[in-house]
């Protein structure tokens, strides 16, 4: 159980479009969700924290107009990257916490990823 | 910010030797989290340890948390070609709703030579 999915796995878009992140909770209703930035070699750094229902709560430094998030439902939230550049060009992965996961003590669950291409 | 710092930052060795991977970091915490990362994929968590645990087994995996020194070790034994990958440690700092928020450490990049 617990499984979080990401949609879609891999995007290459050109600059100055925009692109969208699906992040669902497949067996569990997600509570909250925290959407999470990866350069290649480098560590996972927060970008936000989205409770269902409510606005999102972003880390410093990270443009909330820029980085749309949105947690319409208890299973799904999306991240919209707007009006991308190449140095948005990453690994967004989103992480889940919520009811009846099977955790004991608010286990982040990890989605697969999605690399962002921007040309 | 980070909160953690790892090192080394990247390790090589033999299959069947040990590797360790140490983190430090620097505000008080409630539990401590190390994940595994294979290249391009998402996270697996390995284990977690609790503020008030100094060591903790599973499987093949030791992980050790020192409070007074903000440090944790994660001691893989036995490596094995599969145990490739990187390794990053992760504190949990509590939201005001009741969720962790995980702050990741540098990370180890992990490879185990046949």
């Known amino acids: 159980g617990a499984v979080v999915s990401q949609h879609p796995s891999w995007v290459i878009c050109k600059s100055g479009t925009s692109v969208k992140i699906e992040c669902r909770s497949l067996?569990?209703?997600?509570?909250?969700m925290f959407w999470y930035r990866q350069f290649p070699k480098q560590s996972l750094m927060l970008m936000a924290t989205?409770?269902?229902?409510?606005?999102?709560?972003?880390e410093q430094g990270v443009e909330k107009d820029k980085f749309l998030i949105n947690h319409a439902s208890l299973t799904l939230s999306t991240l919209t990257v707007t009006s991308a550049h190449p140095e948005d060009s990453s690994f967004y992965i989103c992480?889940?916490?919520?009811?009846?996961?099977?955790?004991?003590?608010?286990?982040?669950?990890f989605g697969p990823g999605t690399r962002l291409t921007v040309l | 910010s980070q909160q953690g710092e790892e090192d080394p930052q990247a390790l090589s060795i033999q299959e069947g030797e040990n590797a360790t991977m140490n983190c430090s970091y620097k505000?008080?915490?409630?539990?401590l989290q190390w994940y595994r990362q294979n290249s391009g994929r998402g996270l697996v968590h390995l284990i977690l340890?609790?503020?008030?645990?100094r060591e903790k087994h599973s499987g093949r995996l030791r992980v050790t948390l020192d409070t007074s020194k903000k440090s944790s070790s994660l001691l893989i034994t036995a490596s094995r070609a599969a145990d490739t990958a990187s390794y990053f440690c992760?504190?949990?700092?509590?939201?005001?709703?009741?969720?962790?928020?995980?702050?990741f450490g540098q990370g180890t990049r992990l490879t185990i030579n046949p």
């Open positions: 505000t008080s915490i409630n539990n």
């Open positions: 340890i609790r503020s008030n645990e």
């Open positions: 067996d569990f209703q997600a509570t909250t």
């Open positions: 992480s889940a916490i919520g009811i009846s996961s099977g955790s004991s003590y608010n286990e982040q669950f």
């Open positions: 992760a504190t949990a700092l509590f939201l005001i709703q009741g969720a962790q928020k995980l702050v």
């Open positions: 989205s409770n269902e229902g409510s606005k999102a709560t972003y």
